[in-house]
């Protein structure tokens, strides 16, 4: 099945500090992958979208220079934390449509990102 | 505002017996939705879905009926497992949009 890998599973860093998540597709390519966000208790927040090879759309209130997000190839996208600060603390997914994917339901999670800032 | 609601935050059922959970949307534009499961400290993973043409869809134990008019959905678990236990998430897209809009989440408890 299509596996969606995230690094690191947990994040613990000092305010001010920049971090990076990882999202990868394993066993497939991946033409548009998505970054979430959810606090306790919460829904899943789109961040944004990003696809292979252009720049990111984000969702209104995402302050793209904060949260850089870059698609470098078709089976790897990554998502910066910049000046991160306790606020930011959250659990953070990212989701990958296949390239072969035609249905809505063909977004595959990986398993989060645990951030912690402290 | 949110579009997509879920406005259980739990649910507890006995083993063997019927879960329904429950999904309200308010945007006319969402003509499919999806039901994922989430456990702790993992990503979701699809369970079922429907488009706006259906009424029903039925996967083994899981069904999903959607009231258009009512703008409303529900999933059912027939019979309910302990297994099934973990935080049901109902999600909405449309317009042309391949973004999903997701409700809060229920947390289905099922016992032994």
């Known amino acids: 099945g299509a596996v969606v890998s995230q690094h690191p599973s947990w994040v613990i860093c000092k305010s001010g500090t920049s971090v990076k998540i990882e999202c990868r597709s394993l066993d497939f390519q991946a033409t548009t992958m998505f970054w979430y966000r959810q606090f306790p208790k919460q829904s899943l927040m789109l961040m944004a979208t990003?696809?292979?090879?252009?720049?990111?759309?984000?969702e209104q209130g995402v302050e793209k220079d904060k949260f850089l997000i870059n698609h470098a190839s078709l089976t790897l996208s990554t998502l910066t934390v910049t000046s991160a600060h306790p606020e930011d603390s959250s659990f953070y997914i990212c989701?990958?449509?296949?390239?072969?994917?035609?249905?809505?339901?063909?977004?595959?999670f990986g398993p989060g990102t645990r951030l912690t800032v402290l | 505002d949110q579009q997509v609601k879920q406005n259980s935050p739990s649910l507890s059922v006995q083993e063997g017996r019927i879960s329904i959970l429950n999904c309200d949307y308010t945007n006319s534009m969402f003509d499919y939705f999806l039901w994922y499961k989430k456990y702790p400290a993992e990503g979701p993973t699809f369970l079922i879905s429907i488009s706006s043409i259906k009424d029903k869809n039925e996967d083994g134990r899981f069904t999903v009926f959607l009231n258009k008019s009512a703008k409303h959905l529900s999933l059912h678990i027939v019979p309910s497992q302990p297994g099934d236990s973990a935080v049901y998430f109902c999600a909405a897209s449309g317009g042309g949009s391949e973004k999903l809009v997701f409700g809060k989440g229920t947390k289905l408890t099922v016992n032994p």
């Open positions: 990003s696809n292979e090879g252009s720049k990111a759309t984000y």
């Open positions: 989701s990958a449509r296949p390239r072969w994917g035609t249905s809505y339901n063909e977004q595959f």
